[in-house]
């Protein structure tokens, strides 16, 4: 299997500690969950210490008009917490500090195919100033800075704003979430503890042998202002099993289909924003719909590559006719002509044919016609070298030959557009905006899909691509 970048947890090793449930935020939809508005992460008799613990999963990047907000606090002005600024650079902002006056990474983080873990622990009463607001990122204490602002020692934490609106105190909610740039991605285990300044090993640890950052269970207490959101109830996403009872209640737009499997511990193939081709397309929505803008041919393709193994995933919700999707080789996409592309398979839905751009340039007719409320599924099989496309869960064409397509390296979920407005979603299993109403899984019970993968085909995500891929 491959992935299109190399650093990070890609949930793809054992940890003896499974995270089952996500949250997809899309923020376009200004999708975000909150504490109620009296709220306070300390307690009065602690003000100078404080961590906060998150796993996040990007599937798309900051397009330059605004900030993508992770943890935050302020009603509407949302200051005082952590952000990707517009170069995609962590931040660290605390209001009393001055305007501008940020912790700014000199990293960027642009691997949408990844999870990062994110600490910031604070201890404003510590002698050492650089010790007093940490950050850490996959295990790693951050010490590379743009900048990084100098805190007084024993500032109070209820200080570090300039208004009610701002700082740690009680005049306000905090938001997970809500950004202001259109962005999408997934939260798994969200911890909050109260009054102590931990570090990233009290929530993780690195994999022996491969050196992979991954999720450990914490077993530490949480304070009295502490939570974890393990978002294991999709009626009540914002519910806190620390055992405080420190509940996210005031939910803007999330609904229960915010719910995803997508996580630390098993990673779900997602479209990959860095991975458009032709004519750019438009990711979004956890990293399942693809939206073209132009009249012309673009495309997208998958975050896992596979060159064995057996596997499903689904497409649906078409806008237009004029659409592609199968998988294409690594080296494809370069041309604006989607179907013209060397080492591509695709269903062309619009002329009923199953198109191939090997040297033979075949095609497969099929007699079933196409509508844009089907849901397709593809099946697969890069033991045996074949591939079927089933519409509505009965198959349109019996298991044929890929072996032109073999042999040019691994491959890779697609879809491909022509005209302007036109859009799909796809469904990998690990979250979807298709309406399902079967829930299927596969034989491991891996994934939700509205029809049953074919025995023996298996969802693109981590745990299967350990044992079959």
Known sequence: MAFLTEAANRGSIATGYDIDNSLKLEEANTECINTPSSYSLITTSNVYKGTTSFWIKRTSLNNGSGVQWLFNGANSARYDGIYWDVNDKLKGYFSALGNGADFVTTQVFRDTSAWYHIVMAIDTSHSTASERIKFYVNGEQITAWDTSPSIDQNTQLTSL????????????????????????????????????????????????????????????????????????????????????????????????????????????????????????????????????????????????????????????????????????????????????????????????????????????????????????????????????????????????????????????????????????????????????SSAASDENGYGTFEYAPPSGYYALCTKNLAEYG
């Open 161 to 436: 704003g300039t208004d009610a609106y701002h700082g740690w105190g009680t005049s306000y909610s905090y938001n997970l979430g809500a950004s202001s740039d259109g962005s999408s991605e997934y939260l798994a285990n969200c911890i909050h503890v109260d009054g102590q300044q931990l570090t990233s090993t009290d929530f993780g640890e690195f994999d022996d042998d491969s050196g992979i950052w991954k999720p450990k269970a914490y077993e530490g207490t949480y304070g009295n202002k502490g939570y974890l959101l393990e978002f294991q109830s999709s009626s009540a996403l914002g519910t806190d099993t620390s055992g405080n009872g420190n509940n996210f209640t005031n939910n803007r737009n999330i609904t229960a289909a915010d719910q995803a499997t997508d996580t630390p511990t098993n990673n779900f193939c997602t479209l990959n924003p860095l991975w458009t081709f032709g004519n750019t397309m438009g990711v979004s929505d956890g990293g399942t719909k693809v939206n073209n803008t132009v009249i012309a041919w673009g495309g997208a393709k998958g975050s896992i590559g596979v060159n064995s193994g057996k596997w499903y995933w689904e497409h649906g919700s078409f806008s237009g006719n004029d659409t592609m999707f199968g998988i294409q080789n690594q080296a494809g996409g370069g041309n604006t002509q989607a179907y013209l592309d060397p080492y591509t398979l695709a269903i062309q839905a619009n002329s009923n044919v199953i198109q191939f751009t090997d040297p033979s340039n075949r095609t497969e007719a099929f007699t079933k016609t196409f509508s844009i409320t089907d849901i397709w599924g593809v099946a697969l099989d890069l033991d045996a070298n074949t591939i079927a496309f089933y519409r509505n869960g009965s198959i349109v064409n019996s298991a044929f030959s890929i072996d032109g397509l073999i042999g040019n390296g691994e491959f890779f979920p697609f879809v491909t557009h022509y005209g302007s407005g036109l859009n799909s979603r796809v469904n990998f299993g690990g979250y979807t905006g298709i309406t399902i």
